[in-house]
């Protein structure tokens, strides 16, 4: 049975500011626990749905290079991605991220994740062991993000004010 993972954090910072930096692979891997690089496949193809992207996931000794796909694009409040994976696992994850603007200005972000692996009879182990450790690292990531985008933001704020 594929492992479901949902966690939200709320930012003190504005929708679009929250989703221009989510949306950057280059600022990825300042607050994804799970991330040690990304970049577009395709650097020049525009924005959206059927974009791709690659992105090394830290397993410690056996990093997952994963290419994902955007499935919708919603800008600034949901896109949705699944993974190409041709892992040994036969893994395959699909997921998305939701925005809402919350009335005092500050932003609720909203992951969503569903993994599963395809192998008989190990699957389920599989499934239970990978998840549990994105679903540590995801709940981290989202607590980094937090920090991250905040720090950005009250920088942004002295900058114009200055």
Not at 14 to 31: A, G, H, K, M, Y
């Amino acid at each position: 049975m594929p492992y479901r993972i949902e966690h939200s954090v709320t930012v003190d910072a504005p929708i679009e500011f929250v989703w221009d930096i989510i949306q950057n692979p280059d600022l990825r891997t300042s607050w994804d626990a799970r991330v040690t690089s990304a970049r577009f496949l395709d650097p020049a193809a525009p924005f959206g749905k059927g974009k791709q992207m690659e992105v090394v996931i830290d397993l410690g000794a056996f990093p997952i290079v994963s290419q994902l796909e955007y499935l919708s694009w919603k800008p600034p409040y949901r896109s949705s991605m699944r993974t190409i994976n041709r892992d040994a696992f036969r893994s395959a994850t699909t997921g998305s991220w939701q925005l809402a603007e919350e009335h005092s200005g500050r932003t609720t972000w909203t992951t969503k994740l569903v993994f599963s692996a395809a192998l008989p009879l190990v699957g389920p182990f599989i499934e239970r062991w990978f998840g549990g450790y994105f679903d540590k690292l995801t709940k981290q990531s989202q607590q980094q993000f937090k920090t991250f985008v905040e720090a950005e933001w009250k920088a942004q704020r002295v900058l114009i004010t200055a």
